[in-house]
């Protein structure tokens, strides 16, 4: 696995036995109040790397179902071996509490390089440069505006506005679509020089967003009783990212009967945001809506 960054430590598995591993989770991922599902994702795929042991085969999809709830702190993972191929391999991990009966449960298709074709029939969103735009860490305006930044977005995740509003921002909601710029504080590159491809699953699995933007603001501290838990995450891992920043386009399709449909693109635009956007991952979401304070 990378080495040398702080999201390959926090997400780091220790083998116990055959498909037996044992990891630690940070309460600093948590999100209200439990730790980012893409998170423990990355957990779960990191302990079937350990277990699958092929370097030529690298992981190309994923899908997790959160079947039940996983809190920071001393977790259990188990992965099964699915099928071990030449040039393809397929696993299955849950990450579990301990004394839990059940988490999340993630499947993951690993595979080597192969013959085929090259093309991306899917255009960026047009943005400016990170550094030209508003950063979510930016004091907020006033005292009271029931509004206090997550660790998460505060310590290990930067996200800046391209195209959305922030939380304590009045405005007239028109689309569910949001466009950001993310970046890590400790960029996980690996001794390739790449960035870990586990951390773009942390990044991808912040959908709610575009719900947010697309439901809008009627005055300071609305609309905030409500949050977004995971019912499934299906990521797709396309070309390696080797820049800190990443673009992210969001948008929500549907939503309805208290779930909702979402999906995101993440490119990479070179190291200053500038360059050739490529695109490196793309993931698809169902939500559900919990209120309350």
């Not at 950001?180 to 991808?204: E, K, Q, S």
């Amino acid at each position: 696995m990378p080495l040398g960054s702080a999201f390959a430590e926090d997400t780091a598995v220790r083998r116990m036995a055959d498909g037996q591993y044992r990891a630690t989770l940070s309460e600093e991922w948590n999100l209200r109040p439990l730790p980012q599902g893409g998170v423990v994702t990355a957990v779960a795929l990191r302990a079937m790397a350990a277990e699958l042991a092929h370097p030529d085969q690298i992981l190309r999809t994923l899908h997790t179902t959160f079947v039940a709830q996983v809190a920071h702190g001393p977790l259990t993972i188990e992965v099964e071996t699915l099928r071990r191929g030449r040039s393809m391999s397929h696993m299955r991990a849950e990450v579990r509490n301990d004394g839990a009966s059940r988490g999340h449960l993630t499947t993951g298709v690993f595979g080597a390089s192969r013959r085929g074709f090259d093309f991306t029939d899917l255009g960026p969103p047009p943005a400016p440069p990170p550094l030209q735009c508003r950063s979510w860490r930016e004091p907020v305006p006033g005292d009271d505006i029931g509004f206090e930044p997550m660790p998460f977005w505060s310590e290990k995740v930067e996200g800046r506005t391209v195209l959305g509003h922030a939380p304590w921002d009045d405005y007239e909601a028109e689309r569910a679509e949001r466009v950001m710029w993310y970046r890590f504080d400790d960029t996980p590159f690996g001794h390739d020089g790449n960035v870990d491809p586990l951390a773009l699953v942390v990044l991808l699995d912040t959908m709610p967003g575009a719900v947010a933007e697309r439901i809008g603001q009627v005055g300071p501290g609305a609309r905030r009783n409500w949050f977004a838990p995971s019912v499934d995450l299906t990521v797709h891992l396309l070309d390696v990212c080797r820049s800190p920043w990443l673009l992210a386009h969001n948008r929500a399709r549907h939503a309805g009967d208290g779930y909702a449909s979402a999906d995101m693109a993440l490119w990479d635009c070179g190291p200053e945001g500038d360059e050739e956007p490529r695109l490196v991952a793309y993931a698809t979401q169902v939500f559900l809506f919990r209120f309350g304070d």
